[in-house]
């Protein structure tokens, strides 16, 4: 279950229609967390099914993504 950074990740790829980069994510987050560290958590919720991560650098929000927010 997603929830921290990684619920508010899911949350800003939602608000942005579905689709965002990492750089995007990360300039919605503000400074404090780097570029890095953004897509390294994007690529773990890519390996949980909660977005696909395009070798482009998109990233989409599934299913199971939109789920976890309807939850919240």
Known sequence: MASGTELEILKIVKDEGGEATAQVVSHRMGSGLGLDYIRLVCNSLG?????DVSRAGKLRLTGKGEGVIAGK
């Open 47 to 51: 390996r949980a099914d909660y977005i």
